[in-house]
């Protein structure tokens, strides 16, 4: 069996910085594509940030410039820097990894999601 559990996120003021991180557990072959989403009151979920296996990074033309994702692949980990922090910013977040298991079937895994709020 595969998790992935979240960590991080809160209330921060306009302007101010936050760090979410997102750790794979279980059952594990090799971990894929990483990536963060997000969701915020009455729209859809939307992409963040996504990264490879190879440490290739695609960011929302919304966030570019402010957020930075990573990965610790040795901790199976993914993170998200956000910097800038604007009110439009808040919604819950989600990471998202495909992972191939022991079994040697892929997935597409999401954590359990975790509120960040901008606001003074």
């Known amino acids: 069996q595969v998790q992935l559990v979240q960590s991080g996120g809160g209330l921060v003021q306009p302007g101010g910085s936050l760090r979410l991180a997102c750790a794979a557990s279980?059952?594990?072959?090799?971990?894929?594509?990483m990536g963060w989403y997000r969701q915020a009151p009455g729209k859809q979920r939307e992409l963040v940030a996504t990264?490879?296996?190879?440490?290739?990074?695609n960011y929302a033309d919304s966030v570019k410039g402010r957020f930075t994702i990573s990965r610790d692949n040795a901790k199976n980990t993914v993170y998200l820097q956000s910097n800038s922090l604007k009110p439009e910013d808040t919604a819950v977040y989600y990471c998202?990894?495909?992972?191939?298991?022991?079994?040697?079937?892929?997935?597409?895994?999401w954590g359990q999601g975790t509120q960040v709020t901008v606001s003074s």
């Open positions: 990264i490879t296996s190879g440490f290739g990074t």
């Open positions: 279980g059952s594990i072959f090799r971990v894929n594509a």
């Open positions: 998202n990894a495909v992972i191939t298991a022991r079994s040697l079937k892929t997935e597409n895994y």
